[in-house]
């Protein structure tokens, strides 16, 4: 059992040096606790998923030029999330505009290699599968 999603949730990523913000635009149309609820598919950089403030990994590129620019010393760059795919699994009963809806369980991958996860679902009030 999972809690529903909402615009304001908190995210994290392993290789974000703060907390993000989740956005959930009201197209969706549907509400959880007054404050509209995420699918799947609330998954889009900058528009969904906000700046983890910092990246630590190699495997972003501009965290690796600024490394190597500084004689292999680790330099973080501005951590902006590339996400390709849907948030996973997503809710198995509850759909939301014909979507899978979002729960704190899930999580997202970043093209560089960092697992998103929701540390707060954005309302406490809202239990799905």
């Known amino acids: 059992m999972g809690q529903l999603v909402t615009n304001g949730?908190?995210?994290q990523c392993?290789?974000?040096?703060?907390?993000?913000a989740m956005v959930v635009t009201p197209e969706n149309r549907v509400n959880a606790s007054n404050l509209?609820?995420?699918?799947i598919m609330d998954n889009v950089p900058t528009k969904n998923i906000m700046p983890f403030?910092?990246?630590?990994?190699?495997?972003?590129?501009?965290?690796?030029a600024a490394t190597s620019a500084?004689?292999?010393v680790l330099t973080p760059q501005p951590c902006i999330p590339v996400t390709s795919a849907p948030w996973t699994p997503g809710s198995p009963t509850i759909t939301i505009?014909?979507?899978p809806a979002l729960n704190n369980s899930?999580?997202?991958?970043?093209?560089?290699?960092?697992?998103?996860t929701v540390v707060s679902p954005g309302q406490q009030t809202t239990n799905v599968p």
Do not use: R
Request: glycine content about 14%.
């Open 9 to 11: 949730a908190q995210l």
């Open 14 to 20: 392993s290789f974000g040096v703060a907390p993000g």
């Open 36 to 39: 509209p609820a995420a699918t």
């Open 53 to 64: 403030g910092m990246c630590t990994t190699l495997s972003n590129p501009q965290v690796a």
């Open 70 to 72: 500084a004689m292999g």
């Open 97 to 99: 505009s014909q979507k």
């Open 106 to 116: 899930c999580q997202l991958m970043c093209t560089w290699g960092g697992v998103i």
